[in-house]
């Protein structure tokens, strides 16, 4: 039976800014060093954060979207990115790796259960993640919807989303030559992953870009310059990731494997204008999934922070507190 479309109320603005009452670097398998935080109520209900990318790393404004008197916030930097360690580095760096952090974080916590949040590549993985061990997690949190499908990838990178930003795109595809634009993730990964480091900069940067300039539907006219650091994070993790579709066992694994979370509750926000994940994939997943509902904001794109995304969300998170 198709879920009915959720409706948010009152707009809402992010909690105070807070700071972590426990921070440590997790050494897992494979010779990482996982940097994971707690911040809120050390006795409150656990919820647990997945950034995007992937390649993104955690920031101190995700603390926000949670009451810090009601909840215990988890957040991590997955292989690579941001604090963790070896940066960059995308050995031994798989979604099963990640899956397997993830484990040993709630583990090392002490925690039985919690509430999984995650955007865009951390809806994939939290939807993964919930796949496996569906008798941790609590309730899923979803925003920015993507699933690891060829589909997906082929429309933000193979002149779906293009069309829409061709100015974006000459930006971007131009690095390469005409001949190599046919396989932009396979191509880009020659350089992201060569021996000279100015062209691993160079594209770095470009990927990351492209990505930036279709997040959200008001954009800075200001940008600036990504960092260097973090440009060569977030890209060469995040084509390893889609140049080997995820490592999933097959395309289109996250639907196929819905009826192991179809008693877990679900609660999806999607922006309507979401220009890298569009929302034909969250209706899909709201379709398929019983326990799930959606929430569609209407002027609104891919970002985190636009404020009808943050609303919503803070919106869910109060409910379930």
């Not at 930003?165 to 190599?180: C, S, V």
Request: net charge negative; proline share 6%.
């Amino acid at each position: 039976m198709r879920n009915s479309e959720s409706q948010i109320g009152a707009s809402r603005n992010l909690y105070p800014v807070i700071q972590p009452f426990n921070q440590l670097m997790l050494e897992v398998p494979g010779d990482h060093t996982i940097y994971v935080e707690e911040c809120g109520n050390p006795n409150g209900i656990p919820v647990v954060v997945f950034h995007g990318g992937p390649g993104g790393g955690c920031s101190p404004g995700m603390r926000r979207f949670f009451h810090p008197e009601f909840y215990r916030i988890i957040l991590f930097d997955q292989r690579g990115c941001g604090r963790s360690r070896p940066h960059a580095s995308v050995e031994n760096n798989t979604t099963w790796d990640l899956v397997a952090d993830i484990e040993l974080i709630r583990q090392k916590l002490g925690i039985e259960n919690w509430i999984v949040f995650g955007g865009s590549w951390g809806a994939t993985l939290a939807l993964v993640y919930a796949q496996t061990h569906p008798d941790r997690v609590n309730h899923l949190v979803l925003r920015g919807v993507f699933t690891m499908t060829k589909a997906e990838l082929d429309w933000f990178y193979g002149g779906g989303a293009a069309a829409f930003f061709p100015d974006e795109w000459e930006h971007f595809a131009g690095l390469l030559p005409r001949e190599e634009r046919d396989d932009v993730i396979g191509n880009y990964a020659k350089r992201l992953f060569s021996n000279n480091e100015d062209v691993q900069v160079r594209f770095a940067r470009a990927w990351t870009e492209w990505e930036s300039a279709l997040a959200a539907l008001e954009q800075s006219p200001n940008r600036g310059v990504v960092p260097a650091a973090y440009a060569l994070a977030f890209a060469r993790i995040e084509n390893h990731y889609f140049h080997n579709a995820g490592f999933l066992r097959e395309n289109g694994q996250i639907f196929k494997d819905l009826h192991k979370i179809e008693h877990i509750p679900g609660s999806i926000v999607q922006g309507r204008y979401d220009m890298i994940c569009p929302p034909q994939t969250a209706y899909r997943l709201r379709d398929n999934w019983p326990a799930a509902r959606l929430f569609t904001v209407p002027d609104a794109g891919h970002s985190l922070s636009e404020p009808g995304i943050t609303s919503a969300l803070i919106t869910i998170m109060d409910e379930l507190s």
